[in-house]
């Protein structure tokens, strides 16, 4: 070989080793310098206890920015409103822009409206660091003063609490404005960030603004203003909206189909049947059918059915069998009480494909042809030994569905008659011994929903079952119900013994949400009690109602979190901070691998890798497929409640939900457990709200093809 051509087959590995560092680089950033050890682990442990005392002041007085950057992301965490002051200074004055951008952020995870001063100054002025995380920031701290408003804060602001509300919001939409202005050079993070905050904040005639980024080349950031304007339901743009159906990027026409759903945009119907029927991303479909329920256009039903018909035939795939899903809801909306032939035969196909266990059959069916449905051959099925709980549950949705389509029914008439019917069959079922605890929860619900003069009475039945979310659900109907010295008295008795329950505190939040809206002595007097709970969450729940009932302040009640990890457990978890382990998740339909990230997620990551190495997740059931939006899986009951005995605290991080995010789900703050989600496309409104832990990086088309019911057979653990 020759000294020429040796060079030049070295130059090209060279070139090819260089290219492989910068893809991996790319596809995911390095490791931050190390925090050392010792402090790491006080930072992690006061987070997971969720405990502000000097020890954590102390470090982010710190010389050393990466512990005062850790420490103030604790701060955000802990969400203690004392630490506010100090992460305010930091986000004006700190010497490093990383640390900077992190007091933003934990501003932002507190909400505190003493710290809306900071994070407006650092908007006003485009020369500080620390922009972009001001603006997600101040949209949080302004989305919590709307929901929550907060008095005056002594020596902070001084405005009057609507006043300082208002600025915040002039000042993210001053910021946005400013960005859209210096296009195409704006800031990209902060353009992304500012559409979310816009988005939480609501402000008035927010539109004009918002429709200025659909021009932008950036795809993401044109989707992500769809996106904003479909929650707000903004109308400023239908025309350009329309043509974006038609853009390169799927997400764009996905969201551009939802934006057209939500304003109701009828001169948009043929151009959202045409990507409903004929798109080749099922995300774009998704959307587009969930729109075409949203115009009302009954002339859809015909080319969806003919669609479904061709998609039944081929249901075994699970994208089919997820359209077709959509279909069926779609269909249920805009033919009610038509009694349409073509209908009933497709979905008569669908209910013996799925066996009954497909919500949206069930209900379309309903709503479709409701007196089939009551009297159809197949609802003997209900009462065969064989019935499995899943049936029985998507029967009395269907029933409850019927309601929505009889209004004004005079006594005697046939609607009257149904909805009699409807009725009687779901007092049966609750009557019934044979029914699952696991379909209780949505016989209850439906029979509530039916406004029956005994409603409370059977969920005051309820109160005393053995099953913990049985409890939750029938203390939830009770809370909806008129308030009565009955049903306070039935609460106040159950509330014992859910503070007792030891693998869940569902029934306990449940009880003292309804005694709360009993608005009596006796009933305050009870929620008192559960200021002694060992569960953190319980006593936390009963200080904000409390509060909110005007029975005074018992914030200091509040304490620590009595965690159930040990040293050993933080040590574990943060050994892994500075590498990539990885689960290989096999399902039914094939396999997908999730690389965590335990630089960011340490103890969530720690908790699914310990679950899934005791076997925890094999033969669970997938209970939730929500196409162009998540896979669900975690769920040992299979309904969506359940869990591992325990909650483990949110690790909310500057990740955002782009497609392939794994995520822990939630039902509030800290309320995690064993159930995540991959997401099928990006997500900017969960951001900085449930905890990033992972993401996909091989199987994503698997991920895509999963429907609900199929199962885990295993995840394989790898931290080489």
């Known amino acids: ?72 992301l604790a701060a955000g965490r802990i969400g203690n409103e004392v630490a506010v002051p100090i992460l305010a200074e930091m986000l004006l004055t700190d010497r490093d822009t990383a640390v900077r951008d992190v007091a933003a952020f934990a501003l932002g995870e507190i909400e505190s409206p003493a710290g809306a001063y900071a994070l407006v100054t650092v908007l006003k002025d485009p020369e500080k660091p620390a922009r972009a995380r001001a603006i997600e920031a101040l949209g949080k701290v302004a989305a919590a003063m709307m929901t929550a408003p907060a008095p005056p804060v002594p020596g902070a602001d001084k405005q009057a609490p609507d006043e300082r509300l208002e600025h915040c919001k002039a000042a993210i939409v001053e910021a946005l ?92 119907f043929d151009a959202v049947l045409d990507r409903a029927l004929h798109d080749q991303d099922l995300r774009v479909r998704a959307s587009a059918i969930r729109a075409l329920a949203s115009l009302k256009d009954p002339r859809a039903a015909e080319p969806l059915l003919s669609r479904g018909t061709l998609l039944i035939d081929d249901v075994s795939s699970g994208a089919a069998l997820d359209e077709s899903l959509e279909i069926a809801t779609t269909v249920g909306r805009l033919l009610p009480n038509s009694d349409n032939e073509k209908a009933a035969s497709w979905l008569r196909r669908m209910h013996n494909h799925t066996k009954g266990e497909a919500v949206e059959v069930e209900v379309a069916f309903a709503r479709i042809l409701p007196g089939i449905f009551q009297n159809d051959p197949y609802k003997s099925e209900m009462g065969l030994p064989t019935a499995s709980w899943r049936q029985i549950s998507r029967r009395a949705q269907g029933l409850a569905a019927i309601r929505e389509i009889i209004t004004g029914a005079a006594t005697g008439s046939a609607g009257d008659n149904a909805l009699k019917a409807a009725s009687k069959e779901l007092a049966e079922m609750l009557t019934r011994p044979s029914t699952p605890n696991l379909a209780i929860p949505d016989v209850l619900q439906a029979y509530a929903s039916n406004k029956q003069p005994d409603t409370d009475q059977f969920a005051r039945k309820y109160l005393q079952s053995n099953d913990v979310v049985v409890r939750g659900t029938a203390a939830e109907v009770i809370g909806n119900q008129v308030p009565s010295e009955t049903n306070a008295r039935a609460l106040i008795d159950a509330l014992p013994r859910a503070l007792r329950d030891k693998d869940s505190n569902e029934a306990a939040l449940a009880v003292l949400n309804a005694l709360a809206k ?80 335990p630089d960011d997620a340490p103890l969530t990551v720690d908790n699914f890798i310990q679950l899934a190495k005791r076997g925890y997740f094999n033969g669970q059931t997938i209970p939730r497929v929500v196409p162009n939006f998540v896979v669900q899986a975690g769920d040992p009951r299979g309904d969506q409640n359940g869990g591992p005995g325990y909650q483990i605290r949110c690790e909310i991080n500057e990740i955002p939900y782009e497609r392939a995010a794994v995520g822990m789900a939630l039902s509030g703050k800290d309320t995690g457990g064993s159930q995540w989600f991959v997401t099928h496309s990006p997500q900017p409104h969960l951001d900085g709200g449930y905890t990033v832990f992972g993401r996909v990086i091989r199987g994503m088309d698997v991920v895509d093809n999963i429907v609900r019911g199929d199962t885990i057979q295993r995840v394989v653990i790898n931290e080489r």
Not at 5 to 32: D, E, F, H, M, Y
Not at 183 to 188: E, I, L, M, Q, T
Not at 524 to 541: G, N, Y
Not at 570 to 592: D, E, K
Request: glycine residues 4%.
């Open 177 to 268: 404005r400013f960005e859209a202005e210096r296009k195409p050079h704006g800031d990209r993070l902060t353009i992304m960030l500012g559409l979310t905050a816009v988005l939480r904040i609501k402000p008035d005639g927010a539109g004009p603004l918002v429709m200025k980024f659909l021009d932008d080349a950036d795809n993401s950031i044109v989707a992500t203003a769809l996106n904003t304007m479909a929650r707000l339901r903004l109308k400023d743009a239908n025309e350009r909206v329309r043509r974006l159906l038609n853009d390169n990027d799927p997400i764009v026409r996905a969201n551009a189909a939802r934006l057209i759903g939500a304003v109701e945009d009828k001169e948009s």
């Open 518 to 597: 009993q608005k009596s002595a006796a009933a305050i007097e009870a929620i008192q009690t559960a200021l002694d709970s060992p569960d953190h969450l319980i006593r936390r729940r009963a200080v904000a109602l409390l509060k909110a009932n005007g029975a005074g302040d018992f914030s200091d009640r509040i304490g620590t979190v009595q965690t159930r990890n040990t040293i050993a457990d933080y040590r574990r978890a943060i050994a892994r901070i500075g590498h990539l382990p990885t689960a290989t998740v096999v399902t039914s339909r094939g396999s997908f691998t999730i690389e965590f990230a």
């Open 1 to 72: 070989m020759n000294s020429r051509l040796r060079i030049l087959i070295i130059v090209l590995g060279l070139t090819i080793c260089w290219t492989g560092a910068v893809s991996q680089s790319l596809r995911r950033p390095q490791p931050p310098p190390e925090v050392s050890p010792a402090a790491l682990l006080t930072i992690v442990r006061h987070e997971d206890e969720r405990r502000w005392d000097d020890e954590l002041k102390n470090l982010l007085a710190s010389e050393d920015a990466k512990v005062r950057k850790r420490t103030a």
